[in-house]
């Protein structure tokens, strides 16, 4: 039974994520903050192995490996995501520039954006079949050259340092065949997307699986978007 971890599994994409590897016979690992009575029933009903935990703990992402029971992995995602504060002033314009830098709210979009998955890939790379999977979920909004207005700073530049991230971990990865990249999502309609988006969770999720399915090392390091563009960093 091939294997997938999978982290913000409690809601969003990474629950539909946990649906369709358990509609497909997969062993799932979901890390989440908050188990969820959905998820609880998953687990009664298929290979779903519940884990309770942060990902902007570097305590939990140090003993993840030993909670996993000696099992190899054929996929990681790191899913979990933030966008950060709101809005600048109660305007609606973002934040988290000039007008209203925050040291502390970019720290926060940075530990969870950035940190807690590279924490993640460095603790579990080893358990990753040769040949296996390992993704982080970035955005458009993270592409330096097609950044074309202003607004949430310090989410673009958590998931432009992703894409770096995920480019160099590709090349670390290589000799052992584990294709690693960033994959954006598209603007689903999602609690951190809003109901504005162009995209259902279900539209993501079909375009985002075709591509998982179709990959092929030759995509290791690659900036793919849903429907399987590649995007410009």
């Not at 609880?40 to 990902?55: R, T």
């Not at 995501?81 to 209203?100: C, H, K, N, W, Y």
């Not at 970019?106 to 990753?128: C, D, I, K, Q, Y």
């Not at 894409?163 to 994959?183: G, T, V």
Request: a negative charge; charged letters at 25%; one cysteine or more.
């Amino acid at each position: 039974m091939p294997t997938v971890l999978l982290t913000g599994a409690n809601r969003g994409l990474g629950l539909e994520f946990t649906h369709r590897y358990l509609e497909r016979d997969w062993e799932v690992f979901a890390i989440t903050r908050q188990i969820t009575p959905e998820l609880e029933m998953l687990s009664d009903q298929h290979a779903l192995h519940l884990v309770s935990g942060d990902v902007c703990d570097a305590a939990f992402l140090d003993g993840l490996p030993e909670r996993m029971r000696g099992r190899q992995l054929d996929h990681v995602i790191n899913n979990a995501g933030i966008m950060g504060a709101e809005s600048f002033a109660g305007t609606g314009r973002p934040r988290q520039g000039l007008e209203d830098f925050d040291r502390d709210e970019w720290r926060r979009v940075f530990e969870t954006n950035l940190f807690g998955p590279m924490h993640l890939s460095a603790r579990l790379a080893p358990l990753l079949r040769d040949g296996g999977t390992l993704i982080t979920l970035s955005s458009s909004m993270g592409s330096i050259s097609g950044n074309h207005f202003a607004g949430w700073q310090a989410y673009r530049c958590s998931k432009a340092a992703v894409n770096m991230m995920m480019k160099c971990i590709s090349l670390e990865l290589a000799e052992r065949r584990i294709i690693a990249l960033a994959l954006h999502p598209g603007w689903v309609r999602t609690d951190m997307g809003s109901a504005k988006a162009d995209l259902s969770v279900d539209e993501s999720l079909d375009g985002m699986m075709a591509v998982i399915d179709g990959l092929t090392f030759q995509d290791s390091g690659r900036f793919l978007a849903w429907d399987g563009r590649e995007l410009p960093y």
